[in-house]
């Protein structure tokens, strides 16, 4: 083997990063949601809102409010964000670099899709996805095809779409599903064109595992499992803290971001704004908008702010754009919160076009 060559990537550490993917997801994603379809379609309905526990109002900001609001999502999406972070620390030793570099280091359009098609069986909350973003970024994937891949897991969520479809009506899906693939499509290639205009930008890439790699000695099983542990640790304790602070914090101002849900919420263009802005910020648990609407469209509320916070609610929150601040750039992080909340915007508008209050 010549010095500059690359010693051979274990194959058993390839089939662990997929066995993990496989039976992650089935637990966490694709058998529960299986079940909740026919919920769903038998009754219409996913569950309470979890934005007001079922009453007609959030509760006054305190620390009850943003304890019970941390319970009631941790509990939602605690087996989510622990296979996200396996996943996310998985990548980055368990992977040879190159395949991720191969398939979506290169900024342009393909490499968009491919993050875009990468994300429909994944299903993650925002949240949850950061771990596996990040992960990402630090193997040399293009800023585009990444966002591609974050944004994808929710608003190309195909679990998502059926329970709207059968709890809201199918309408909405395809209002959601249009704005979805614009917000996929669209931003990842803004942030591609982003990227080639200022020149190479991943922080988070691994500078001297290319250098290591020659060495057969760093192959070595007991070596790669240290090296995983290392980054699963390392991603949790940096990842989680500020996770819950920033949950603790939005859970306790529920009331403060939606001061009322009924009939006076109409169609107004200030409403629908407020409500783009708050839902880009606001974190939620995966198909939480589902119930959410539900809620305030019995409660009277006008369909422009309910679709605004259908297309807004899911892609993005305040503490997802934070867990990825080592992988985006501020600039590209303010990109994709602006074409966002854009986007959450145009929905408001075109649900009125369209006569969905009708």
């Keep these: 083997m010549s010095p500059s060559a690359p010693a051979r990537h274990p194959a058993w550490g390839i089939a662990l990063v997929v066995l993990i993917a496989l039976i992650g997801l089935f637990y966490v994603k694709w058998s529960p949601y299986y079940d909740r379809a026919f919920t769903a379609a038998e009754t219409h309905s996913i569950g309470a809102s979890i934005l007001t526990g079922g009453q007609d109002a959030p509760p006054a900001p305190s620390l009850n409010a943003a304890l019970g609001y941390a319970k009631a999502y941790g509990l939602a999406i605690w087996k989510a964000m622990l296979l ?6 998985a990548l980055q030793t368990l992977l040879p670099p190159r395949w991720i570099e191969r398939w979506l280091g290169r900024p342009d359009a393909g490499g968009v899709v491919t993050g875009g098609l990468l994300s429909i069986p994944s299903m993650m909350c925002t949240c949850c996805a950061t771990p596996v973003i990040n992960g990402l970024r630090h193997c040399r994937a293009a800023p585009g095809n990444a966002a591609a891949y974050w944004l994808g897991n929710t608003m190309l969520n195909p679990a998502t779409l059926i329970f709207m479809g059968f709890v809201l009506g199918w309408h909405w899906v395809g209002l959601r599903l249009a704005l979805g693939l614009v917000m996929v499509l669209g931003l990842g290639w803004a942030l591609n064109r982003m990227s080639r205009a200022g020149g190479p930008s991943n922080a988070s890439a691994d500078s001297t595992a290319t250098a290591v790699e020659t060495d057969p000695a760093y192959f070595q099983p007991g070596r790669i499992l240290r090296r995983w542990a290392r980054a699963f640790t ?3 304790l940096r990842l989680l803290p500020e996770y819950l602070v920033l949950v603790l914090l939005l859970g306790a101002a529920r009331a ?24 880009t910020l606001f974190v939620i648990p995966t198909a939480g908008e589902v119930p959410i609407v539900q809620a305030l469209l019995a409660l009277g509320v006008g369909v422009g702010p309910a679709a605004a916070l259908l297309v807004t609610l899911p892609p993005v929150s305040l503490p997802s754009l934070v867990m990825v601040s080592r992988s985006f750039s501020r600039s590209e992080r303010v990109v994709l919160a602006l074409g966002v909340a854009g986007l959450g915007v ?9 006569g969905f209050g009708a």
């Design 84 to 89: 996200g972070l396996l996943l996310g620390s």
């Design 234 to 236: 390392g991603m949790a």
């Design 256 to 279: 403060w971001l939606f001061p009322v849900l009924d009939f006076s919420i109409d169609n107004g263009l200030l409403w629908i704004l407020g409500a783009a802005l708050v839902g």
């Design 346 to 354: 145009m929905g408001g508008g075109l649900a009125i076009g369209l």
